[in-house]
């Protein structure tokens, strides 16, 4: 274990494919010479042997290829490939090649500025100290510090500028030198010569495959680095020869196999869909409407992801593939027209291809696709889009008029596969999904995709059902039901003509409205235990304190003092409404602690410990005699302690921690070497067997501590609980003017209850919900008409923050239910289901909060909290809430079961 290499990978939280790439880094640089004057075929040799697939380097120096898929992080293994070869072997010239103009700057911003949120040296201290001096091809011939002796130089070249630089030019009506070529003033030699004398240069080649052609080949060889490092998703030159010196792949195939670094892509038809009698006109329309109900869906989605989780709101667009530049321009009059949507995208369309604008121009506006204030949201393209293109937002692909369907989708895929939330998928279907609409060409793609060896083996098919992309979705947020409340007064007042009563009116419910906002936050004061706290007089003076600093922040109101006397009357009714409308919910942040590893205490096995020492001998053979003879080796070196000998290579196994384990070590190792020592020979040296066999010994001792090996669940760390939050919003997706129903109403199909908002509630914290499953909206019937309980509230999903699974994901309970004794916090599940590995974790998590929450009201006179998980198939409009929960709840001897 390179203990460099795992730093690195650690500080720059490598993705598993890309620290298996760093390995290989670390393994080859560990055998190759890393020189300029190099015996080529034994350096591929020493590769060959390591890495069979590298046949041969392909170029004049020690070059090997990663092959890598698009979005999993090239630039990132250039970063600590860069980092590694600076930490362990000192190298500091670094030359790095664009393929474009947009990925030259991209990786301009990505290696030097230490403020960009992609920073690729982030967490290296190293770094921090000795920030690389970052030289590109435009200011190259004005740099002057080029000879330090400890820093860290990355050059940085678009292809086609290095390319520009390297030919000669014609000054005058003259053959002239290229310009990189010539002396320059602060050098006193050209910048290629200085490039091409350093010893320690290592070239890194971004999308590779632009660079295999006879030209780029000569003028990179020329530059005579130690190393080069190619990287690509498609490793085949200009020919269409696949690369011969490819040490690692992580392909597509993979990936999507995986499924974690890529969006999930679908290819989509209309469900029935039929091509034959229509026109291609015909058959474009519908899909490209298609497009669009399925665009409109996906931005819904991505909204809504937004809301509930805070991250940044990301705006989808569509890409449509057409066959050429007047089938581009049919394709972009037909999406801009009032014919299509009533011309809701006449500006929300951009043409990119060889007639509407240059490849450089071409390159930015693509990228700008990403920014939120940008209005595109159809691109139409004729094989504009190269490789590199790094968006994260492009989520429906339409391949128009395609001869060869399975290619062009093989081909098209790439363009939509990286994700935007940091490059991971979220767990949310629609937010990780990438569509292909390909009705006519559906049966192709799938008969194409049984194909073992297509990346269209690895995707999913589904049939869109036409009257579900009709209908059009929107994004409706539920507040609160005061908040709700206030809404509605807002609304009467604004229907008030006399404006002296509506200016009153208006002062009142600003007053309300404004301690609505406020009063959530002294949760935290230490005067706050409980809701009634608020009404305790120097409360109150410190509330209005921020309602009057609040009114005054920015412009300030007018009508500041109206309101803040008005917020004086009105303020105990308004904490009564504001505990009448939520129920306590203690507020805590419920983490886990770290998993931790250890070995059980035991005493080691030595049976078969017994080594010989081996004599050290020198051979000699006559070159013209052949004569042999053997000299025996006096040993002058001091092998030291043989215990400490056997731990130094104990420690190097990855799970063996020498601060956590010293005592055992030594133990272990003490055991070993009595052993040891009670075989020895008279004439034997202890120490000197142990250096002989300490690699066989470790491993038979490693294995016996493996046996003793224990991984900890992490506890839960006692969290800061505070007494009470506010009723987060809710946010979801439904159909508009079609979506609501009645929380009674079961006249329709249980398959469809995910899709409708159910309004009609009395009793609880919100007005409207959404649910899951039928068992869930019966549940929420029980609730509502059980005298038993005072009020309920089905959770926003940021409501707790409970977090199970190592911290990676947060618990969303389904029901929170106030009775007058008790607050009960419910999980509706089915019966199937009930005793899953997740269903459990989720479990241990609730019942810790209960826990906790139970400890805080029991001190400050509250309701004590209990966990329920009720089977789905214990639901029945006929149950009382008692008899439903109670035979439900987790004792906390059931707590153990889940340990």
């Given amino acids: 274990m390179n203990q460099i290499a795992e730093n690195i990978k650690q500080r720059l939280s490598l993705r598993k494919p890309l620290q298996q790439a760093l390995d290989i880094l670390t393994h080859l640089a560990g055998e190759l010479a890393l020189k300029k004057e190099v015996d080529i075929i034994t350096e591929l040799q020493k590769v060959q042997a390591l890495y069979p697939t590298c046949t041969t380097f392909e170029r004049a120096f020690v070059s090997i290829c990663y092959s890598i898929a698009t979005g999993v992080g090239k630039t990132r293994l250039m970063g600590a490939c860069i980092a590694y070869l600076y930490l362990q072997k000192g190298i500091r010239n670094f030359f790095v090649l664009a393929p474009n103009l947009t990925i030259y700057n991209k990786l301009i911003e990505d290696f030097g500025n230490s403020s960009n949120p992609k920073y690729v040296f982030n967490g290296i201290a190293e770094f921090v100290h000795n920030k690389p001096v970052i ?89 005579q680095p130690i190393l080069g490092i190619e990287l690509t998703a498609t490793p085949k030159d200009e020919k269409g020869n696949t690369f011969k010196n490819v040490v690692y792949e992580y392909s597509l195939a993979k990936a999507l196999t995986d499924g974690l670094y890529v969006k999930n892509p ?173 009705h006519d060409n559906f049966d192709k793609v799938i008969a194409a995709s049984k194909d073992p060896n297509s990346i269209l083996n690895k995707l999913n098919f589904v049939e869109i059902d036409e009257s579900q992309l009709k209908q059009k979705v929107e994004v409706v947020t539920v507040q609160n039901t005061i908040t709700e409340s206030l809404k509605t007064e807002q609304v009467i007042i604004n229907q008030i003509t006399d404006t002296v009563v509506k200016q009153q009116r208006q002062n009142q419910v600003d007053a309300k409205k404004i301690l609505v906002s406020v009063i959530p936050f002294f949760n935290t004061n230490s005067s706050v235990k409980k809701v009634e706290d608020l009404n305790k007089p120097e ?23 109206n309101i803040v006397a008005e917020a004086e009357v009105v303020y105990e009714k308004l904490v009564a409404d504001f505990k009448k409308n939520i129920i306590e919910i203690p507020r805590m942040d419920l983490v886990q602690g770290e998993v931790t590893a250890s070995f059980d205490d035991f005493d080691l096995d030595a049976n078969g410990f017994t080594y010989e020492q081996l004599n050290d001998e020198i051979v000699r053979v006559g070159l013209v005699d052949k004569s042999l003879d053997v000299i025996e080796v006096k040993s002058g070196v001091n092998f030291g302690n043989p215990v400490k000998l056997l731990i130094s ?12 384990n010293a005592d055992l070590l ?34 038979r001792v490693y294995q016996q501590m493996m046996q003793h090996f224990r991984l900890q669940e992490p506890e839960y760390i006692k969290p800061d609980v505070r007494p009470f939050t506010k009723i987060e919003d809710w946010n979801f997706t439904t159909f508009a003017g079609a979506g609501r129903k009645d929380y009674r109403d079961e006249n329709f199909p249980a398959i469809q209850v995910p899709k409708f908002v159910f309004s009609g509630f009395e009793k609880s914290c919100h007005f409207e919900y959404k649910f899951d499953s039928r068992p869930e909206q019966t549940f929420s019937f029980i609730l509502e008409n059980d005298a038993t309980v005072l009020k309920w509230l089905r959770p926003a999903s940021n409501q707790f923050r409970i977090y199970w699974q190592h911290n990676n994901r947060i618990y969303e309970p389904d029901f929170i239910a106030e009775t007058a004794d008790c607050i009960y916090m419910i999980e509706v599940k089915a019966a199937n289901e009930m005793l899953d590995t997740d269903v459990q974790a989720k479990a241990v998590a609730a019942l810790k909060y209960c826990n906790y929450a139970t400890e805080y009201t029991a001190e400050h006179g509250g309701k004590q909290w209990k966990y329920a998980i009720i089977p789905h198939d214990k639901v029945a409009k006929n149950n009382s809430f008692k008899g439903v929960v109670l035979a439900n709840v987790m004792k906390k001897f059931q707590y153990a079961l889940f340990c």
């Avoid at 002057?144 to 000054?171: D, G, H, M, Q, Y």
């Avoid at 290579?649 to 956590?660: K, R």
């Avoid at 052993?675 to 470790?698: G, H, P, V, Y």
């Fill in 135 to 223: 030289i590109t091809g435009d200011n190259y011939n004005q740099v002057s510090s080029l000879f330090s002796e400890t820093e860290i130089r990355i050059n940085i070249f678009n292809v086609s500028k290095f390319a520009r630089e390297t030919k000669p030019v014609k000054e005058g009506g003259k053959n002239m030198t290229p310009r990189i070529k010539r002396l320059s003033e602060y050098l006193g030699q050209s910048y290629w010569d200085y490039l091409s004398s350093l010893q320690d240069l290592v070239i890194l080649m971004d999308e590779a495959h632009r660079y295999h052609a006879d030209k780029s080949k000569e003028a990179i060889n020329e530059l």
């Fill in 266 to 438: 679908t290819i989509a038809t209309r469900r029935d869909f039929a091509a034959q009698g229509k026109s291609e006109e015909e058959i474009e329309k519908i899909k490209l409407e298609d497009a669009v109900s399925i665009h409109e869906d996906t931005k819904q989605a991505l909204k809504l992801f937004a809301l509930n989780t805070g991250k940044k709101t990301v705006k989808p667009f569509i890409l449509v593939v057409c066959k050429d530049t007047t089938h581009a321009k049919a394709v972009y009059d037909l999406v801009t027209s009032v014919d299509f949507y009533e011309g809701i995208f006449a500006e929300k369309v951009l043409q990119i291809d060889s007639t509407t604008r240059n490849e450089e121009l071409i390159e930015q506006d693509f990228i700008s696709l990403e920014h939120e204030d940008n209005e595109i949201e159809i691109v139409i393209h004729v094989n504009m889009l190269k490789e590199g293109w790094d968006v994260t937002n492009l989520y429906t692909i339409v391949p128009l008029r395609a001869a060869n369907a399975s290619v062009l989708v093989e081909q098209t895929i790439g363009r939509g596969l990286r994700l935007p939330f940091g490059g991971e998928r979220t767990g949310d279907e629609k937010v990780d999904k990438l569509t292909i609409v390909a």
């Fill in 539 to 561: 409360v109150k003076q410190q509330v209005m304190e921020a309602v009057r600093k609040e009114l005054n922040t920015g412009q300030g109101n007018l009508f500041a003092e």
């Fill in 649 to 660: 290579e104990l420690i190097n196994f990855s799970e063996i921690d020498y601060d956590s």
């Fill in 666 to 699: 030594y133990k272990l190792a003490q055991q070993a070497v009595t052993q040891l020592e009670s075989n020895i020979k008279e004439d034997e040296d202890i120490c000197k067997l142990m250096f002989q066999w300490r690699t066989i010994i470790a491993n």
